[in-house]
C-alpha cells in the first residue's frame, strides 16, 4: 500500500520561503516521475510543479516559475518543493504524488498547508 506524507507547511507573510517535503513508502519512487499539486477552496488540485525520474528535467505551472524549484533525492525517497517570494495566491493545500501522463498515480496523502497573509 502506497503511503504519501507531505510536511513543511506554515504560514507566513508575503514574500517568505517555505520548503515542503514528500516521503513515498510502499513504492520505490525513484522509478517515476513526480509532482506537486496543490488545492485552493472551491477548486480542484493543480499541477503546480513536476520532476523527471532522475530529477534532470522539472516543468512548472506559469503561477510559480522562477519562484519555486522542484527537487528530489532518490536515495531518501524524497520530493522537494522550494518556494520563494511566496504570493497569496499561493495559499493552499499541496499534495505530491507520482505523475503518469498527466495523471496522479497513487491515493492522496494528507497534504501540507501554506498560507500566505499579512
Known amino acids: 500500500q502506497v503511503q504519501i506524507v507531505e510536511s513543511g507547511g506554515g504560514s507566513v507573510q508575503p514574500g517568505a520561503s517555505l520548503k515542503l517535503s514528500c516521503t513515498v513508502s510502499g513504492v520505490d519512487s525513484s522509478d517515476e516521475f513526480m509532482a506537486w499539486y496543490r488545492r485552493t477552496p472551491g477548486k480542484e488540485r493543480d499541477l503546480v510543479a513536476s520532476?523527471?525520474?532522475?530529477?534532470?528535467?522539472?516543468g512548472y505551472a506559469t503561477s510559480v516559475k522562477g519562484r519555486f524549484t522542484v527537487s528530489r533525492d532518490n536515495d531518501k525517497g524524497t520530493l522537494y518543493l522550494q518556494m520563494n517570494d511566496l504570493k497569496p495566491e499561493d495559499t493552499g493545500v499541496y499534495y505530491c504524488?507520482?505523475?503518469?501522463?498527466?495523471?496522479?498515480?497513487?491515493?492522496w496523502g494528507q497534504g501540507t498547508q501554506v498560507t500566505v497573509s499579512s
Open positions: 520532476i523527471s525520474r532522475g530529477g534532470g528535467t522539472a
Open positions: 504524488n507520482g505523475l503518469r501522463f498527466t495523471n496522479p498515480m497513487w491515493d
